[in-house]
């Protein structure tokens, strides 16, 4: 094959006519296409009147590269790499194989280059490797490091700008130990790498997971009670008093499931069959809560039921009784019930007769007893009868194992209940395993509802989130005061939370801010421990 290297001037062009002794050359461009025929006229003509013509100025512009057709790059391939059924071999393989010959032409590729290139043959057989890297075909030749190094070389190739290659390419020698051939074989890595990508974001995502992890709900009954690892023991100790007489007093903030948990008791009971009966002792003015509890007799005051009513005692005979906030009750009504608990008997309003009752007394309260009964506004022995076995219910933001089971469960009860599909978004489940939930699991399934049927795509994703799940509307205003690092730590958290709201994600808040998600995810973590 006949090359013109470097023909960048007709000056420099003109000397090989006489070299091949023609008149005219075809020529090609860098992507061994043919650009036309280039004639010595052609050529004379443009030296003289300075205008090139439409093929010259072509030539000039390409860069002649190559004065011969591709096809004539076959009498390099000595070999027959071009020939059957070396050919066929070549084009069954899976890899890329690129031969070029001892000086860096290109003998052949296969049909496998091909695919994973999108190089065909006639843009690269014939061409030197040094011009295919100079016009960025490839972005380093393997073959050419073989030829210097007269040994195997490999190496990662970047080509058409995106696709990632891993190249080795090999020598053959002839016998008196010149190379022949530079064998290369191709293997695309780009798929390998988006795998290793993938890889590493499942990973992040096992870590995240790991982080907020979907703690193991140790038990979800058909009634749907969610107990975790911290609320285990006081479940299982409910399970165990459950069969006896003893008064149990559930505390817990609002919310944190106290009824869920008697109603639980219950049912482990003897009394399982029997009413379960509730009171909220503040739902009530206090004569009309005596009404509810005790009962009354017929005419007992303006405006009773004629024929009397049975109180709350005499429904649940048999049964539980739930009185919740009893902390609130009034100091009159909490003798009235000493009388209960101590001798299963009660006076109805306007009643003359006492009435005997069998209920399992199970009471709740928000307050902390001991300090009522030291103001004075609880009366001790009854305090002392009626928490007999006390059992303590932890805020949410104390149960964070739970926070991810309860939204799944909600958002799928919710999901039937209105006959939708909505789903969390990892990263509003994140938000909402870091918020700390004042309301506890009612707040919860709350804004579970509200989420499931105001959405409009299927997913629920932060930004669908209230701006109170954002840590720092909650936190920030508590550090405002404090030394330098308190308010260093006050604006961090400002900042985030500002980012947070406008990118909806800690992956997006992460990249605005220029920080790592990891480390954005870690400092809520530190500052949500902080509030705790
Ligand atoms: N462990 C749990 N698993 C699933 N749902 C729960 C759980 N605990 C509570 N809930 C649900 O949370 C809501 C609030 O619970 P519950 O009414 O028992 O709280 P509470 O402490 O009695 O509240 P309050 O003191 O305001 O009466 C209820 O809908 C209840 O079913």
């Not at 059924?85 to 052949?108: F, M």
């Not at 074989?185 to 798929?191: A, L, P, Y």
Request: aromatic content about 6%.
């Amino acid at each position: 094959m006949q090359r013109i290297d470097e023909c960048l001037s007709l000056e420099a062009a003109l000397p090989l006519f006489d070299l091949h002794g023609t008149d005219a050359v075809e020529v090609f461009d860098i992507q061994g296409q043919v650009i036309g025929v280039l004639t010595r006229t052609d050529i004379e003509e443009a030296q003289c009147n300075k205008a090139s013509g439409r093929l010259v100025g072509e030539c000039m512009r390409y860069r002649v590269t190559g004065i011969t057709p591709p096809s004539e790059a076959q009498s390099v391939d000595a070999f027959g790499f071009d020939q059957e059924p070396l050919s066929s071999l070549l084009d069954a393989l899976h890899d890329g194989v690129y031969i070029t010959d001892a000086s860096g032409i290109t003998v052949t590729i296969n049909k496998a280059y091909e695919r994973i290139t999108g190089i065909s043959r006639a843009e690269v057989v014939g061409f030197h490797m040094a011009d295919l890297v100079k016009a960025g075909f490839i972005s380093k030749s393997a073959s050419l490091e073989v030829i210097r190094e007269r040994r195997p070389i490999t190496l990662v190739q970047t080509i058409h700008d995106s696709r990632k290659i891993v190249v080795t390419g090999t020598p053959m020698f002839k016998a008196d130990g010149s190379i022949a051939y530079v064998v290369t074989s191709v293997r695309d890595i780009t798929e390998l790498l988006l795998a290793k990508h993938a890889q590493e974001q499942l990973e992040q995502i096992q870590r995240m997971r790991e982080t907020f992890k979907v703690p193991e709900v140790t038990a979800l009954s058909a009634s749907g009670v969610i107990i975790s690892r911290q609320t285990e023991p006081c479940f299982e100790l409910a399970r165990r008093v459950a069969k006896t007489s003893a008064k149990i007093l559930i505390r817990g903030e609002t919310g944190t499931g106290k009824t869920l948990l008697a109603r639980y008791i219950h049912q482990h009971s003897d009394r399982a069959d029997g009413p379960f009966m509730e009171l909220n002792c503040t739902a009530f003015p206090e004569g009309l809560l005596e009404a509810e509890l005790f009962g009354y007799t017929a005419g007992a005051f303006t405006g009773a039921a004629p024929k009397g009513k049975q109180g709350l005692l005499d429904v649940a005979h048999g049964g539980t009784l739930f009185l919740d906030e009893i902390g609130d009750l009034s100091l009159a009504l909490q003798v009235k019930l000493l009388k209960v608990v101590e001798e299963n008997r009660y006076l109805p309003v306007g009643g003359t007769a006492f009435r005997q009752t069998d209920v399992r007394l199970i009471t709740a309260t928000h307050q902390d007893l001991h300090d009522r009964v030291k103001e004075g506004c609880f009366r001790e022995d009854l305090f002392y009868r009626i928490s007999v076995v006390p059992l303590w219910l932890s805020p949410l933001r104390q149960r964070r194992d739970e926070i991810i089971p309860l939204l799944s469960y909600y958002l799928s009860h919710f999901n039937k209940l209105h006959g939708l599909c909505r789903r969390w978004d990892p990263e509003a489940l994140e938000l909402l395993s870091s918020y700390p939930w004042p309301g506890n699991i009612r707040e919860l399934i709350n804004l579970t509802e509200r989420l499931t049927v105001t959405v409009l795509e299927d997913l629920i994703t932060a930004t669908s989130l209230p701006n109170e799940v954002f840590p720092c509307a909650t936190l920030c205003v508590k550090h405002v005061s404090g030394d330098l690092r308190q308010q260093v730590m006050h604006f961090e958290q400002q900042l985030i939370h500002q980012a947070l709201a406008s990118h909806g994600s800690t992956r997006a808040a992460a990249t605005a801010l220029g920080v790592d998600q990891s480390t954005l995810v870690k400092k809520q973590r530190r500052w949500r421990q902080a509030s705790i």
